[in-house]
């Protein structure tokens, strides 16, 4: 071939300053753009041997090889693939975008996002001039008789090219780099690079410092291969002591045998990994090797609970392992990270168009080489074939927790805790795995029990039917002693049962007919109301994470048939006593009188019941949407409200079989009357939520006030 000198074959002198400038986010990519077209033309050797187009040689080690050289300000990137004759490299290297060269420039010059500008223009080896002031390539193909091409350009849009030097197959790239990138010259930063995007691609990637002096390893003889350079061989002769028999006679015996060594020089090691754990079969994979992969790849030493192994052929491949590591309880700490990568290349951390948000709570990689990437490889192009990659790992995920609800319950309750932020989160961001999820979420009872939704409502409606069989026991002696009446009585309930109840104007009002899950937020804080609970054999769930409230919300609306209830948002009737609202009429009339007047607040709710447990005086239940309202008012930083400013939501509910709430209503004109008011309205409070500090310093000197008066 005689000697060539020509110009790019694009339309523009401003090629390589927009290559530069835009073509990529990170200028270190180019690393994985120039090894990832040695590992492919590697692989395209080896499928020209597999169909008898080729022949390898008996010793070929398909590698590629990294050399740095900071004194010369070189690197260089060597690969024993199928090489390129000259047209070859007319045709991929000089025809820059050949697909579509025409109108590049024309189309993406004043465009600034990586997206908008990168297509399927094959523009991955001028990377390299992202950080190279001159470039040369040296190849030979495999082809019979090929001859070896040399070509070189300074970054501007012409280039050289004759025949070249090389005697080998493949192709070598030397990059002589600029000033400002120097840095990637240096082997540590070399191999922190290479170790970032190319740990796990398919062909054994070694680097080195050019012309660094020899090193050396000692190795037992017999593990001398002939790959090995042997610089010497040690002996060390077998070493005898005299030791004396138990008859007195002495012997020689040996205390360590003969060796022989030998020193050669070293060995390069691979820096990846041609034969990542995800590429394999799962059942050909043990827990010790999923857990040092996670060590290895996440850096984190914790072991993770449990993980899943993706592995699908059809309709598309792809494959990967998802790890549950072990988190926080709080939802804002969870930090994941999944790892994409085409063919064993590295794309990118958590590309949320494969992705599903809710799974990058995780750690994971997944392997997708069916993903239409652009040059870069750091995003996608448009397909929604993305779309259904997305669904199909939302639908694994989902399958692996089901599966193990169903066939391995102990094991997913002791995972639970851990892992329900994750699950709950999904079901906020994701419907599908909210319907999937639905029968499988678990909830933590009083006793610790982990029960899932239907459970808890199978529980809710036993306990139903035994109050109510309780009831019917408790009236049996007067309905047989009302005989004559039953059937104004029969026709009095037929009207309570229907779905209509009448309202205080008179007008007909829809009968809220979802059946209620009680749940608990604070155990501590609302343990009078867990005692009742309890006291009546009820059951309630404890939903302490910050998500929940979102979390119920959304299983409502999937869930029409039923509701969560916190259990100070009402008391239910089989903690009172079986009386008519009229017998409590006067007594509500007077104690709402004097306890508006002795917390001088005209507007404050109260209602009388008589409890079963005389021990409990008062109670503050507010509605389950007023309580909504207020978590919702703390999300956006309005905590410390008054609850007063949710209306007639709060309320006051007074025990008439309590000592002191009978007193208060023997004596509602007494001096000491709104001193006991106050302090039993302050003590309703505490047990629904901390006092403000204000009113704990007036409840602390009222305490101490009443000790006074008992002291007297």
Known sequence: MSNKHGNLSINSDNIFPIIKKWLYSDHDIFYRELI????????????????????????????????????EKTLKFIDNGLGMTADEVEE??????????????????????????????????????????????????YQKDAVPVHWTCDGGTEFDMSDGSKTTVGTEITLFLNEDCLEFANEYRAKEVIEKYCSFMPTAIYLAKENAPEEYETIPADEVTDKDKVIETIVEEAKFEEKENEDGTKEQVEVSP???????????VALNDTHPLWAKHPNDCTDEEYKTFYRKVFQDYKEPLF???????????????????????????????????????FIADNIKEVIPEFLMLLKGVIDCPDLPLNVSRSALQNDGFVQKIS??????????LSGMCKTDKESYEK???????????GCLKDEKFCDKMNDYILFKNLDDKYLTLPECLKTEEENADSENADTDSAHADDNSADNASADSNTADTSSADTDEADSADGTEEEKDTRRPVYYVTDRQQQGQYIKMFQEQNMDAVILDHNIDTS????LERRNEKIKFVRIDADLTDSMKEDVSEEDLKEAKDTLTETFRKALNNEKLNVTVEKLKNADISSVITLSEEGRRMQDMMKMYGMAGM??????????????????????????????????????????????????TPDAMSQFVARSNKIMLLLAK
């Not at 975008?97 to 990586?114: I, N, P, R």
């Not at 990168?118 to 040369?136: K, Q």
């Not at 598309?316 to 994409?340: R, V």
């Not at 979390?551 to 959304?554: E, G, W």
Request: negative net charge; proline residues 5%; contains cysteine.
């Open 92 to 141: 991929y290297i000089n025809q820059i975008a050949f697909s579509g060269a025409s109108d590049f420039l024309e189309k993406y010059k004043d465009k600034a996002s990586e997206e908008q500008i990168i297509g399927h223009f094959g523009l991955g080896f001028y990377s390299a001039f992202m950080v190279a002031d001159e470039v040369h390539i040296d190849s030979l193909s």
């Open 415 to 425: 995972y639970w805790d851990d892992i329900s932020p994750f699950i709950k989160f």
């Open 391 to 400: 669904d199909y790992i939302t639908k694994k995920v989902a399958d692996k």
């Open 551 to 554: 979390f119920i919300t959304q």
């Open 642 to 691: 008054d609850p007063s400013m949710f209306g007639g939501d709060q309320t006051l509910v007074l025990n008439a079989n309590n000592e002191l709430v009978k007193y208060i209503l023997e004596h509602k004109d007494s001096e000491h009357v709104p001193v006991f008011c106050e302090q039993l309205y302050d003590l309703a409070l505490l047990s629904n939520h901390p006092l």
């Open 307 to 345: 993980w899943i192994h993706l592995n699908m052929d059809y309709p598309f491949n792809l494959k990967g392992i998802l790890y549950f590591p072990k988190i926080n309880t709080e939802y804002d700490s969870i930090e994941g990270t999944i790892k994409l990568y085409n063919n064993q290349v």
């Open 258 to 268: 003969r060796t022989e060594k030998a020193k050669i020089v070293k060995r390069p």
């Open 36 to 71: 990832s077209n040695g590992c492919d033309a590697i692989t395209k050797l080896k499928k020209l041997d597999l169909i008898g187009e080729y022949e390898l040689p008996d010793d070929y080690e398909p590698k590629i090889q990294i050399l740095v050289n900071p004194e």
